[in-house]
């Protein structure tokens, strides 16, 4: 059996982010030279268990100062 795997630009379109924040997310299952590559099961599994959004951080809010 064939694997397909999907490219960073087919990873960024499945999971609705920039091409350059998929390299941040997650470790391709495959590379050739240069380029990476995931099989969409790694890609459907790691997106049902992120975070939301606002989770692990970012940058604190300003107190109001009253």
Same mark, same amino acid.
């Given at each position: ?12 379109e ?11 997310l997650?470790?391709?299952? *495959?590379?050739? @030279? ?6 969409? $099961? ?12 606002? *989770?692990?951080? @970012?940058r ?5 100062? $009253?």
């Amino acid at each position: 059996m064939t694997e397909h795997y999907l490219s960073v630009k087919q990873v960024g379109e499945r999971l609705g982010v920039k091409n350059a924040s998929v390299y941040k997310l997650l470790e391709p299952d *495959a590379t050739i @030279g240069d380029t990476k590559s995931w099989l969409p $099961e790694t890609i459907d599994e790691w997106n049902r268990n992120r975070p939301g959004r606002g *989770a692990g951080g @970012g940058r604190p809010r300003k107190k109001k100062v $009253e």
